[in-house]
C-alpha cells in the first residue's frame, strides 16, 4: 500500500508540476492557476472511518501552504472563551463535524457555480481566500 500510495501522491506532484509550468494563453497566469485539483480517499483510516479526512486542495487560485482543520481546534467555547473546545466535548454536545461536501461546494462556487449545497454540505469553508 506505501507503494501504491507513493507512487499517487508522486503522480500527484508530477501533475501539479506540469500545470504549474503552463501558461494558461487565454486567462494568464499558468494552468495550475485556472485547475482545482483535490486529491484524497473517502477513508480515513484502514479502519474505513470517514472522520477527518486527509485531503489536499491544489491550484484554483486558492490560498494554499497551510494545514486546515474544520471545525477544528481554534472553536472557542461559548462558556468559557479563553478554552478551546475539544473533538471529544463538540462531538458530546452535538456539534458535528464539517462534511467534506463542505469543501467541494466551496471548490464548486469558485468555479462560478451559484448554489448554495452539494450534496450533504452544511455550508462553504472560511480561510480559503483565493489567491
Not at 48 to 57: A, G, K, Q, Y
Not at 89 to 109: C, F
Amino acid at each position: 500500500m506505501k507503494k501504491i500510495e507513493g507512487y499517487q501522491v508522486s503522480m500527484m506532484s508530477y501533475l501539479i508540476d506540469l500545470l504549474k509550468a503552463q501558461e494558461d494563453p487565454i486567462n494568464g497566469g499558468t494552468l495550475l492557476d485556472h485547475t482545482s485539483i483535490l486529491y484524497g480517499c473517502g477513508m480515513a483510516t484502514g479502519g474505513h472511518s470517514t472522520r477527518n479526512l486527509p485531503l489536499v486542495l491544489a491550484g484554483g487560485g486558492f490560498k494554499h501552504g497551510q494545514h486546515k482543520v474544520y471545525p477544528g481546534p481554534h472553536l472557542k467555547d461559548l462558556k468559557s472563551p479563553d478554552r478551546l473546545v475539544s473533538q471529544e466535548k463538540r462531538l458530546a454536545e452535538g456539534v458535528s463535524e464539517v462534511p467534506a461536501a463542505n469543501l467541494l461546494l466551496s471548490i464548486l462556487q469558485n468555479c462560478g457555480l451559484e448554489i448554495d449545497q452539494f450534496g450533504s454540505s452544511t455550508g462553504t469553508l472560511t480561510g480559503l481566500e483565493w489567491s
